[in-house]
């Protein structure tokens, strides 16, 4: 039997990680109107999806060697006992070369195949997106990030360029079945605009959706930045890391302790606006004249620059009193961790007392 099959396909930094944990908390309600949100009777969800794409692009991080092999033929058979629409969702898939994009749409072509593409203008994309390339393990400063996007260097260029994205993924569909849905500038009058897209960009009722998520893959100020790009250099980990470098570092010390500090924002360079705004104008004429449907304002991909007189702070040149608070802050919560956990030598603390040997002897 046909059935609509939902392949959210990113950008990143578009507020994905709200949307998957929002779907999963309310797999449940949703299948009762159905709608299907693929995943194990035990783990998460999010998990499932990120492995199903990372098996489908034949790529292995994130854990352990093997750790996603046969996820994408899994996902294909919760796809076929489906009753209804079914939701696919990850931002790795963007990026997806030719072949790959082609096994996905020939795996699913039993089925109507609809892409759905969240889109946000560069000026708040593109420090999100270095940020979150720190807080998967890597070393580089923002303007040596900023300078490969502009080049085409990098994996999140590939992933946010709009028209190369939906070229590769919409060449074989009809652009009625090819959604943008852009990010507001604003959230709303209840906060919740980006949802309500994404809803009507899945065919799915809010109301069959009520519970809300508390996942928010918030951003990190330029001082915790500074301090987690250092750290990731000392500890010589790089973006390949196991989930320990998940669960410690980015997680509990990136996502929970240092988002929580009142920081001062990563932004774009005044400089780099001409870019960023010639970007969103390309974006658009491609979308005007692609025929695809559109949720939202084309305007949202519009970066806005900030008012006048708004002082720019660098964020590869921070102050070392701004980023000692941010250090005594990590440096608390890394030794309560440690002490939790010190009996055990094989857990946390037994891994932190390892590293600590290791970066003493070098």
Not at 21 to 36: E, P
Not at 133 to 154: A, D, H, Y
Request: with cysteine; hydrophobic share 40%.
């Amino acid at each position: 039997m046909s059935r609509v099959v939902h392949l959210h396909i990113g950008a990143p930094k578009t507020g994905t990680t709200y949307l998957q944990d929002r779907l999963m908390i309310n797999a449940a309600s949703l299948a009762r109107h159905g709608v299907t949100i693929p995943g194990p009777r035990v783990g998460r969800t999010d998990t499932f999806h990120f492995r199903a794409a990372l098996d489908l692009l034949d790529q292995d991080w994130g854990g352990a060697p093997g750790h996603a092999r046969g996820a994408w033929n899994a996902m294909l058979k919760h796809v076929a006992k489906a009753r209804g629409d079914v939701v696919i969702s990850h931002e790795i898939l963007a990026a997806a070369k030719p072949d790959k994009i082609a096994r996905a749409l020939n795996d699913l072509s039993g089925h109507e195949v609809h892409v759905v593409y969240s889109a946000r203008d560069l000026g708040r994309q593109l420090p999100a997106a270095w940020q979150e390339s720190i807080k998967q393990g890597r070393k580089w400063p923002f303007q040596r990030f900023l300078n490969k996007v502009e080049r085409g260097q990098t994996w999140f260029r590939n992933a946010m360029d709009l028209p190369k994205v939906l070229e590769g993924w919409g060449a074989k569909l009809p652009p009625e079945r090819v959604h943008v849905v852009t990010v507001p500038h604003d959230r709303g009058p209840n906060g919740d605009e980006l949802w309500l897209r994404f809803c009507h960009a899945f065919r799915i009722d809010p109301a069959w959706a009520p519970l809300d998520s508390e996942r928010d893959n918030r951003s990190l100020g330029i001082a915790e930045t500074s301090l987690l790009r250092k750290l990731n250099r000392r500890l010589e980990l790089g973006v390949w890391r196991d989930p320990v470098y998940d669960g410690l570092i980015r997680e509990l010390l990136a996502q929970e302790v240092l988002v929580a500090r009142d920081a001062i924002p990563v932004r774009l360079p005044p400089d780099r606006y001409d870019f960023a705004e010639r970007e969103s104008e390309r974006w658009i004429d491609w979308i005007r004249t692609s025929g695809v449907d559109v949720i939202g304002d084309v305007d949202d991909l519009r970066p806005r620059r900030p008012a006048e007189g708004t002082e720019w702070r660098d964020p590869d040149k921070v102050r070392a009193k701004l980023e000692l608070g941010a250090a005594l802050d990590a440096l608390t919560v890394m030794t309560q961790e440690a002490a939790s956990s010190r009996s055990d030598g094989e857990g946390l603390g037994g891994r932190l007392l390892e590293t600590a040997r290791r970066l003493r002897d070098r």
